[in-house]
């Protein structure tokens, strides 16, 4: 006996301890609450919801009619058939509802039975479907970033699990006491982003409106600040629906305009224009014969225009979107000119935005390039960019000349409430001179304004852009589908939006950008023109078979006007000059075109004066002068 407690004692003491107290004290993992996601004016994107599983050990159940009876009502089995389940003694453990909503089981989880197993599990919910989904991506059943953003900021939503010891007594069952370790969780950190959810709501309305009518195979947009780099909305249609782990097409998880990369057709004439400038090889108005519509580049190399033009000035190239024309002027310049000013836009490198996958594109390096490369290029062939790369380089013309780093991920709050600034507002480079910039926008208003990008007009605002329709590549071949795209930026005399939209393989009612993806930058930027304004409307105009009436005029005008812009409801009496002072320009032709006033603007920023003052006299005629000042 003396021995055997020797060995007890003092030679296995720290085995049979530790075997005990494995018995007796288990460690149990307390489940860190994942960070949620937020839009930029704080609107929560995800949520996570606590589920419950429950299981049973039929060796233990005590109540097994009443047990049954609360599970049948969860699940879309019969008392009968769970009560046979729960009583197949030959097993321990025994899995009978998943993931229950906590609102949904409180009576089973008030009910107190030995055999009874409560497995708490927090799931993560996305409140708008399919909303940003791309862009936020998804966590799997592990609780774990899987896709999107949840996978790549995975390490600051996640956060630290904690655990509690948890004693046990002679019969098994578990037992906590106060006395007992434990180590609280520490929770995931807050994602906001830069994103704005009515932008991004109107974005993917409008991108989807389109894809149905004119049967695309999908589409994608990037709506951003040009001021600031930051993005205010990005859609990849088709979407998906996170909520639904068991229904996700793989070709819905990634986010198109960040990581795929296309041939850009006209809408990358910006280089070539702005090539063209900066070396002073032509002037806006110098006429180039544009050879009827054909011209042979090659032996082999046939290059031709959507219509036959005989003398175009630049300007008219643009507007007009001819490859001849443009061919033929970037011939003047050195093929490292136009290599270079594509370089400057961004074009052939990462834009460094904070998101998995980001594409490069493609720029050969100008060792690589054959005869007919740059004016292939020239022309946005034997190159391939994305959608962000594209609004970037639109945003460098709307703000004067400098490209900007994207804004995605605006803060970090972390557990203390604090908010850490991620993407800072930086700028990249300057691309061109203030004097090229200048003379661009002004071409590319002529294509909105009288060119192919006419679909995107609004009247009374001045708005910016270019059309581009490219032939897809298709094993080693052109075909005839298309990329069809335009981008845009607005007002083009005081920019606060750009917009680049891309329409993969249009199938009816046309497939160029100016007759696709031109409307729908019409359809978004008069939509956002309504966003955080009171009381305004927007009413579509029936169609009417005749003309109005005298006295209907002015009224059909008004309506006609609020079809493309929206119109603010007024207090103000209809025959006095309302009070615009302080508004942006945007917010003053709102108001004055309430009235029936239509403005001359002098300068820009915000109205500092006006002409009649507020509370005059007017009517329809009333001249209008209205001065801003930044």
């Not at 233990?60 to 009560?83: D, F």
């Not at 953003?149 to 006491?177: C, I, P, T």
Request: a neutral charge; glycine letters at 8%; one cysteine or more.
């Amino acid at each position: 006996i003396a021995i055997q407690l020797f060995r007890i004692q003092i030679l296995d003491r720290y085995r049979l301890k530790n075997k005990i107290t494995q018995q007796f004290v288990n460690k149990k993992p307390i489940k860190a609450m994942r960070g949620n996601f937020y839009d930029r004016n704080g609107r929560q994107l995800t949520q996570n919801v606590m589920h419950y599983s429950f299981a049973v050990n039929p060796n233990k159940v005590e109540n097994p009619q009443q047990l049954s009876s609360l599970l049948a009502q969860l699940t879309a089995k019969t008392k009968r058939e769970i009560l046979k389940k729960i009583s197949d003694k030959g097993k321990s453990f025994i899995y009978v509802a998943r993931n229950i909503p906590k609102q949904d089981c409180e009576i089973l989880l008030n009910f107190q039975d030995d055999g009874l197993i409560k497995e708490p599990n927090i799931r993560r919910y996305y409140p708008y479907g399919e909303i940003a989904a791309p862009l936020i991506g998804l966590v799997g059943t592990d609780n774990k970033g899987k896709t999107g953003e949840e996978y790549y900021l995975d390490h600051e939503l996640a956060g630290q699990d904690g655990w509690m010891v948890v004693g046990a007594d002679g019969l098994g069952k578990a037992r906590m006491r106060g006395d007992f370790p434990r180590e609280e969780p520490t929770n995931g950190k807050d994602i906001f982003l830069s994103i704005e959810l009515d932008m991004q709501i109107i974005l993917e309305q409008e991108l989807k409106n389109a894809i149905a009518k004119h049967e695309a195979n999908g589409a994608m947009g990037i709506l951003l600040d040009p001021n600031s780099g930051e993005i205010l909305a990005i859609a990849s249609l088709p979407s998906f629906n996170p909520n639904r782990l068991d229904q996700l097409p793989d070709n819905s998880l990634v986010l198109s305009p960040v990581s795929s990369a296309f041939e850009p057709g006209s809408t990358f004439k910006i280089v070539s224009a702005t090539a063209a400038l900066e070396k002073a090889i032509i002037q806006p108005d110098e006429k180039i014969y544009c050879e009827n519509g054909s011209y042979k580049l090659t032996s082999t190399v046939t290059v031709t225009d959507w219509k036959p033009f005989k003398f175009l000035s630049f300007r008219e190239i643009i507007q007009e979107s001819s490859n001849i024309g443009v061919i033929k002027v970037i011939s003047r310049l050195e093929p490292m000119d136009l290599y270079m000013a594509a370089r400057a836009y961004g074009f052939g490198e990462r834009t460094g935005v904070n998101y998995q996958g980001e594409s490069d594109g493609l720029l050969k390096n100008i060792s690589e390039w054959s005869g007919v490369t740059q004016s292939e290029v020239s022309i946005g062939y034997e190159v391939s960019v994305t959608g962000l790369q594209l609004a970037l380089a639109y945003g460098a013309i709307a703000n004067g000349g400098y490209l900007m780093e994207p804004v995605l991920v605006r803060y970090i709050r972390d557990q203390e409430d604090r908010f850490l600034k991620v993407d800072n507002v930086d700028v990249v480079r300057k691309v061109a001179s203030s004097q090229s910039i200048e003379t661009l926008t002004g071409m590319l208003e002529d294509v909105v304004s009288q060119g192919t990008g006419h679909a995107a007009n609004i009247p009374l605002l001045r708005v910016a852009g270019k059309s581009g329709t490219a032939k897809k590549l298709v094993n080693g071949q052109y075909v005839s589908r298309y990329i069809a795209s335009f981008v845009s930026f607005f007002p083009s005399d005081d920019p606060a939006y750009v917009l680049a939209v891309i329409v993969d393989n249009p199938r009816r009612g046309g497939y160029t950008g100016g007759m696709v993806a031109a409307p729908v930058c019409q359809n978004v930027f008069s939509r956002i023109y309504n966003l955080d304004q009171d009381n305004i409307i927007l009413e579509p105009v029936p169609e009417s078979p005749r003309a109005p009436e005298p006295e209907q005029k002015i009224m059909m005008a008004a309506n006609l006007l609020s079809s493309i812009i929206p119109v603010a409801k007024s207090q103000i009496e209809t025959n006095r000059m309302p009070d615009v002072r302080g508004l942006s320009k945007i917010k003053a032709l709102q108001a004055l075109s309430t009235v029936g006033v239509t403005p001359r603007w002098v300068g820009s920023g915000r109205v500092v004066r006006q002409v009649p003052a507020p509370n005059e006299s007017i009517h329809s005629r009333t001249n209008c002068m209205v001065y801003l000042s930044e």
